[in-house]
C-alpha cells in the first residue's frame, strides 16, 4: 500500500501528529515522553510566540490507517529578516524505518516552502534553533535532556538516502564535578581575578524579578550569539513566552548573571535542572500521579543542561565565562544536581569548543543539521 501525505485539518490529525513518537519510541528505547498537554500548547498558534513572527503546516504520512510518518514546513520571518536570506525550515520529524515515507513527507515539506518563495529548506527544527533541533548522529544509548531530541540511527539513513545535505553538526560536552582535576588551572585563576581586577560579579536572578533579568539576558544573548550560524534576536514577545516556559522549570541555583560595579550585564547562564528525569516518570501525563512527581522534582534531578553561556565581546578577555563556568562547579559542590551537558555548541565554534576541553569535558552527543536546495529546477528532489 502507497504513502499518502496530507495536511494535519483536523482535531483528530492533531492527535495523530502529537501522538506518533510515543508510539514509535516509548518502549525500549531512551526516549522520553514530554507531556502531551505541553506538545498541544506548543503547537498551537494561540499559545506558542513562533507564530508571532512565523507560520507553519503540519503533515503526516499514512499507509492506510496507519500513520507512518510526520513533518512539519515553517517559514520564521524574523530569521529571514536578520539573516536576509529566503530559507525555509522542516521540523518534527518523526517516522517508521520507511524510505518511501521519508521522501513523501520531504516533498512535501518541500513543495509547501516552494509556494511560498523559499529558495532552502533547513532542518529539523521544531520550530526554530532553541527547540529541539537535528537528528541524533551520535549518543543514542543515552537519555534526552530537556529541550534534545532522541532519534534511532536509521533516521540520519533515511534522511541521507533523501538527498538531505549535512549543514553542521551541534555538540553536547558532558561535565561531571568529580572531573574538577581536569580542569585546566588557568580557568581558576581567570575566575578568581574577574572581580578584583575587572570588577565584575556574579549574581543569581530571582524568580520575582525574572522577566526583567530575561531584557539583561536578551541584550547578551543578542550580541555574544549574533555570529553562531542559525541565530536569531529574541523579541518581546519571544522573551514573554520563554519566562513563562522558564518558571515551570526555574532554579535560583542557575540562572546566573555577570554584572559590572554599575550593574550592567556583561555576561549570562541559563542552566536548566533536567525536567527530563521528572517527565520519565510522568510517562506524558499530569494524572494520577504526574503533579506529584513534578512537585518533588528537587528530590528527583541530578543533572543539567547548560543551554545558554555567554559573554559580550568586549568583556569576553576578562574571564566573566570562567567566572561563570567555575560557578557551576561551585553549585554543583551544594546541590543535588551533580553533572551535566552543555550546548548544543556548533562543531564550527571552536573557541566555545577549546573551553570545554579546557573544562575536562567530552562530547557525548552529536546533532546534525540538513538542508535541500529548492530551486525550480530540482524540484527540491534528488539532494544539492
Known sequence: MSVQVGSVRSRADLSAFIELPYRLHANGTPWIPQLRLERRLFLSRRFNAFFKHGEAQLFLARRGDRVVGRISAQVDRAFNAYQQNDWGMFGFLELEDDQEAMDALLEAACGWLRERGRDRAVGPMDFTMLDECGVLVDGYERPPMVRQPWHPPYYRELCERAGLAKVVDLYMWELHISGKENVL???WELAEKVESEHGIRLRRMSRRSLRKDLDVFAEIYNEAWSRNWGFVPFSKQDLDAYAQELHIVFDPDWFMIAETADGRGV??????????????LMKGRLLPLGWLYYLRRRRIIDRCRVGFLGVK??????????????????TSERTRVKWGEMGWILETNTPMNRAMEGMGGRIVKRYRMYERPLSAENGGMGGP
Open 185 to 187: 588551572p588557568v580557568i
Open 267 to 280: 555576561g549570562a547562564a541559563i542552566t536548566i535542572p533536567d525536567i527530563n528525569q521528572v517527565q520519565k
Open 313 to 330: 565581546r568586549e568583556y569576553q578577555h576578562t574571564g566573566v565565562a570562567a567566572a561563570l563556568y567555575a560557578e557551576h562547579f561551585h
